[in-house]
């Protein structure tokens, strides 16, 4: 065994010595010697283009790896492309002058970075100038596949006159065409909460007045209009997921004063959080505390409202039956089963209207699958959490009491379940009246389902 160590030992000696011994350059600690020459690269571009370059590479001592061309809007690189380089020679290609918002003229620093296998590098900067384009014209094309084209104004400014007909709320995306002889087409769409480019999500845009009407874009600030901001109260609802919502600390009583809807008259208006005055006086109807207030659009306009607590998140129902009650399942809905009804999505479960401290309350109208109720007549299949997510819910051994229609009509299974009993259905065109009272804790609450008389 001794002489087998001592055999090994003798063999790696010699290994070492061998490569210590090597002067030749395929040793992987050996740097190589990358050159870049007859560089091609334009002084100036435009945002936007497909910026074209090339150059001779060559390293007289190892084999190149890879030539990268890098371009970086100040300290920031913002575009890359990389070349395989397999032997010495001319290398060609194009790098990305990406369109940024508010991003005015000015120089970039394109850098050609030559690597060999022993990653040597050998590096040079150039500097671009770049433009933004100046199209002879935007086009903005709708939703329903309309095209008007918005011409230039001013620099970056394109304005076009919609046609008559047209509706108060538009959706669209704006599409540049491909500007000089290494542009590229751009579209501008909605993402995270603003105009961006590269995207062909819908951009929103709210008339005052009847068409025909102007809209404008702006290619450095990607300001748009028209884009009319609602109101309540006075403040402006932010436009969160295309629709308008606002946070806001509320008082039972309270007049609702909304500004800029375009169709408020056919918004459906929960009669649990809000009612009309005989004036037409929206007044809100729950208990004092934080709101949140979202005008949802769509085939069905209402104003959805959810509980928050101090802090502004929505609020969740406590162990004394303080907070808030969410509903998930189908057979429920607001404002109507077309398009209403939750589903088992977390985050989007209807929120119970605290009517009285701890009492929580919905009223629906029986309606079929297809109608515009908020409870369906002939199946139901929904239940009561916590919070609008998954997590702490409510068990039929939560129920201390259970009245009105339950359990001769309407079921509750052990899990929570809400159903129908076996042959049984709801009255279409009847108020049914769901009320939880947890005065007595969350874990001994109260449930009753009514027919309105």
Not at 136 to 163: A, C, Q, W
Not at 357 to 379: F, H, N
Request: with cysteine; proline share 6%.
């Amino acid at each position: 065994m001794k002489i087998i160590r001592f055999t090994i030992y003798s063999l790696f000696a010699v290994i070492l010595f061998l490569v210590a011994c090597n002067s030749e350059s395929d040793f992987p600690g050996q740097p190589g010697d990358p050159q870049i020459s007859s560089k091609q690269v334009p002084s100036s571009a435009f945002f936007g283009d497909s910026i074209p370059f090339s150059a001779m590479v060559s390293d007289s001592k190892v084999p190149l790896s890879t030539l990268k061309a890098q371009l970086y809007y100040g300290e920031d690189k913002v575009s890359e492309t990389v070349i395989r380089t397999k032997s010495d020679g001319n290398y060609q290609g194009k790098i990305y002058a990406p369109f940024f918002k508010n991003i005015p003229d000015g120089s970039a620093t394109l850098k050609l970075v030559l690597q060999d296998i022993h990653f040597t590098i050998k590096e040079e900067s150039f500097t671009v100038a770049l433009q933004r384009p100046q199209y002879e014209f935007i086009t903005f094309v709708s939703e329903t596949g309309d095209h008007l084209n918005l011409m230039r104004i001013n620099n970056n400014m394109y304005k076009g006159t919609l046609p008559e007909n047209m509706p108060r709320m538009l959706k669209g995306v704006f599409e540049a065409p491909k500007y000089g002889s290494n542009g590229n087409p751009i579209t501008f769409g909605w993402q995270d909460g603003s105009i961006k480019e590269g995207t062909s999500s819908l951009i929103t845009f709210i008339s005052i007045t009847d068409s025909p009407y102007d809209i404008t874009f702006n290619s450095l600030t990607y300001e748009r209009s028209p884009f009319t901001v609602y109101k309540l109260n006075g403040k402006n609802m932010n436009f969160v997921d295309n629709n308008f919502q606002i946070d806001i600390d509320l008082k039972k009583g309270d007049e609702l004063v909304f500004e800029n809807i375009i169709n408020l008259n056919n918004y459906w208006i929960d009669p649990d959080f809000l009612t009309f005055t005989t004036d037409n006086k929206i007044k809100f109807a729950a208990i004092d505390g934080k709101y949140r207030v979202i005008a949802n659009e769509g085939a069905n306009p209402y104003f959805r409202i959810q509980t928050l607590d101090s802090s502004g998140n929505k609020a969740t129902l406590k162990d004394d039956g303080s907070g808030a009650i969410w509903i998930a399942g189908w057979g429920i809905a607001k404002p109507g089963m077309t398009t209403g009804q939750p589903g088992w999505s977390p985050g989007n479960m209807l929120c119970m209207t605290p009517v009285a401290p701890k009492i929580y309350k919905m009223t629906a109208v029986a309606s079929s699958e297809k109608g515009l109720g908020q409870i369906r007549s002939d199946w139901l299949g929904f239940k009561f959490f916590f919070q609008d997510n998954w997590g702490g819910e409510f068990n039929k051994a939560k129920y201390a009491d259970m009245s009105g229609i339950i359990p001769t009509i309407i079921s509750i299974s052990d899990s929570g379940d809400l159903g129908l009993a076996p042959g049984q259905s709801l009255k279409d065109g009847t108020t049914y009246v769901i009320t939880i009272d947890c005065t007595n804790g969350s874990n001994n609450a109260k449930i009753s389902i009514i027919e309105k008389p």
